[in-house]
């Protein structure tokens, strides 16, 4: 079991930058996949970004590929989504989530076991 908490949101400005951040509790962190998500009012939750147990597989949508990074430091049980050149259409509240059972980095919200609180991210144009 985990327990997630992200950090990070705020209003920033058209082309500007945030990093949200994903803190996690318990000894077992390394054992999940990671996920970020966002939802948007008026539509539904949809993957942003995923990272292997280790780090070393990424996954984007095309939404933010390019603009986005995700990355994890398992020592201080810790994921990041570093998040550049935003548009108002990446305003969200956005979500880490951890999963326990894949084998690659997965897209779908469904295939995630435990989820934030969430953090709200809005770009102002």
């Known amino acids: 079991q985990v327990q997630l908490v992200e950090s990070g949101g705020g209003l920033v400005q058209a082309g500007g930058s945030l990093r949200l951040s994903c803190a996690a509790s318990?000894?077992?962190?390394?054992?999940?996949?990671i996920g970020w998500f966002r939802q948007a009012p008026g539509k539904e939750r949809e993957f942003v970004a995923g990272?292997?147990?280790?780090?070393?597989?990424?996954v984007y949508a095309d939404s933010v590929k390019g603009r986005f990074t995700i990355s994890r430091d398992n020592a201080l049980n810790m994921v990041y989504l570093q998040m550049n050149s935003l548009k108002p259409e990446d305003t969200a509240v956005y979500y880490c989530?951890?999963?326990?059972?894949?084998?690659?980095?997965?897209?779908?919200?469904?295939?995630?076991?435990?989820w934030g609180q969430g953090t709200q991210v809005t770009v102002s144009s």
């Open positions: 990272t292997s147990r280790s780090g070393g597989s990424t």
């Open positions: 989530a951890a999963a326990d059972k894949a084998i690659f980095v997965p897209r779908g919200r469904f295939e995630y076991d435990y």
């Open positions: 318990g000894r077992t962190f390394s054992s999940y996949f």
